[in-house]
């Protein structure tokens, strides 16, 4: 990331991962974290905390630059997932980037029964993708760019995990031109 690009961080624990990733990438606008439960927020500075549903952000047309989503897809159908894939694209500028990562079904039916169990919220069964089946909603979305990264979030215990990296690529006359 660059030091001038608008960050957009969305899920219940935004805040303090918006404040880490200005932190590191010595951000100069003032990062977003869209809450999307009830917790109170945290006493964070420097961070512009707004409440919203991921599928419905309250942001404007093309406002960030670089949007993350982590852990959040388990919990989302794919007709769910693929709305907040089509918002994401909506808020993020041109050529903007969203990074969304979570844990990834097995091939082992004894390890998915173990992530169905952690992961699961009051007896549901979370949604685990494989790359090609979140690529192709992302695609849907309107992202004609998608592909899988080797970031390796910290997570207990071990498992499979899938990180997306998609990007808008939409052209218009307003926009071709422009870096």
Not at 18 to 33: F, H, K, N, Q
Request: net charge negative; glycine share 8%.
């Amino acid at each position: 990331m660059a030091p001038v690009e608008r960050l957009l961080v969305v899920g219940p624990d935004s805040p303090a991962l918006a404040s880490l990733i200005a932190d590191v990438a010595e951000l100069e606008p003032t990062p977003i974290a869209v809450l999307t439960d009830g917790r109170a927020a945290p006493d964070v500075t420097g961070i512009g905390v707004l409440r919203g549903q991921p599928h419905r952000l309250p942001l404007e047309d093309g406002q960030v630059d670089f949007a993350v989503v982590p852990h959040q897809l388990r919990h989302w159908d794919d007709a769910l997932t693929l709305r907040v894939l089509e918002e994401l694209w909506r808020v993020l500028d041109h050529n903007g980037v969203a990074v969304l990562w979570e844990v990834a079904p097995s091939k082992s039916a004894a390890v998915n029964a173990v992530w169905s169990s952690i992961l699961g919220r009051n007896g549901t069964r979370p949604y685990l993708r494989t790359f090609g089946q979140l690529g192709q909603l992302a695609y849907d979305a309107g992202f004609a760019w998608v592909q899988t990264l080797p970031l390796r979030p910290f997570l207990f215990p071990p498992g499979p995990r899938l990180t997306v990296l998609v990007r808008k690529e939409h052209y218009t006359p307003e926009n071709v031109g422009r870096g």
